[in-house]
């Protein structure tokens, strides 16, 4: 335990939590869910988790495909009824999965390393839907043609989570919180607003270096997350959706198998279907995210689960691999 304790840095805030086949070997809270009033972390705040809810979107998609309301290559142009101007409407489901669409990115991470730009000319409080980031990539040319290549797209789940919308005929986040998160128990778990937050929530907290002081992300990000990230979600949860997705629970053992078996990406980004793949035969599953004040990273290997959460925007993928090396 000391050990362990000895590769979290002192001024970490978040959470740690360590298990190996459902057995918690480390668990523990770190900092404050509430800055000005220091109201601390718990092991059950939940936490934003900015991309890592791809890998729900995915699971959603998956259920969707095995219940026959589609395939992985059905056409998005057979699916959306808004206008899609430039875009190729044969992009499939598959390429919208694994990266490969050429759709057009709102924030293209290549090329901008800072999410917050992009609420300097769209007022963030305004984007508290899938269809309301529409605007922000529907004028905008193919980035390359369908199937040409592997890369990170975030538009390309935005999409994801309007096809789910459009064939159930109900959000997206109510259909996750239908779908994936109530089989696996993940009852603090869901898109939340940030100006009506629940109760157990963190807040994040970006650093100015100017003023020497934190100031809170709700500028930063949109105010209630996407099909591209944005879920709130707790440690305990992550752990569930772990559990209950290999177990066959939400989708098949098979689905979760293909999910999580490379699909594509490169020798640098190996990844399955919203799962990236580590390891030396790219066999480890794991999903991250990050956004300004949100830092993400969770892995599942033979029964060993690691959830690294930090609401102040701390490298967690530092701490991920240590506590890897460690067990």
């Not at 044969?90 to 090329?111: A, C, K, M, W």
């Not at 569930?240 to 490379?262: C, D, P, Q, Y």
């Not at 689960?305 to 490298?315: L, Q, R």
């Amino acid at each position: 335990m000391k050990k362990i304790e000895e590769l979290i840095a002192i001024d970490f805030n978040g959470v740690v939590s360590v298990s190996k086949n459902g057995e918690s070997i480390f668990k523990k809270a770190y900092g404050y869910a509430d800055l000005p009033n220091k109201r601390p972390n718990q092991t059950g705040t939940r936490f934003g988790t900015a991309s890592a809810g791809k890998a729900f979107v995915a699971t959603g998609i998956m259920k969707l495909i095995e219940d026959g309301k589609l395939s992985l290559e059905t056409k998005i142009g057979s699916l959306l009824d808004f206008d899609l101007k430039a875009i190729a409407k044969d992009i499939t489901v598959r390429q919208l999965l694994n990266h490969t669409s050429g759709i057009p990115d709102y924030f293209d991470e290549s090329v901008m390393d800072d999410y917050a730009e992009l609420w300097a000319k769209n007022p963030s409080y305004k984007f508290r839907a899938s269809s309301d980031l529409i605007p922000l990539f529907i004028d905008e040319k193919m980035m390359y043609a369908p199937g040409e290549k592997f890369q990170y797209n975030n538009t390309g789940y935005i999409v994801l989570a309007l096809i789910i919308e459009k064939v159930t005929g109900i959000p997206f986040d109510k259909y996750l919180s239908e779908a994936v998160f109530a089989p696996c128990g993940m009852e603090n778990t869901g898109y939340y607003e940030l100006d009506r937050l629940p109760a157990n929530c963190a807040n994040a907290y970006i650093y100015d270096e100017l003023n020497d002081e934190f100031y809170m992300n709700i500028f930063s990000i949109e105010a209630k997350g996407s099909g591209a990230g944005g879920c709130f979600t707790t440690a305990d949860d992550v752990e569930r959706f772990w559990s209950h997705f290999f177990k066959g629970a939400i989708v098949s053992k098979n689905a979760a198998k293909e999910m999580t078996s490379l699909q594509t990406g490169n020798a640098e980004e190996p990844y399955g279907y919203g799962f990236w793949l580590g390891g030396d035969d790219n066999s480890i599953p794991y999903f991250q995210g990050e956004d300004p004040g949100v830092t993400f990273m969770t892995s599942y290997d033979d029964g060993l689960f690691i959830c690294v959460i930090s609401n102040f925007g701390d490298d967690v993928w530092d701490i991920h691999n240590n506590l890897r090396n460690l067990t």
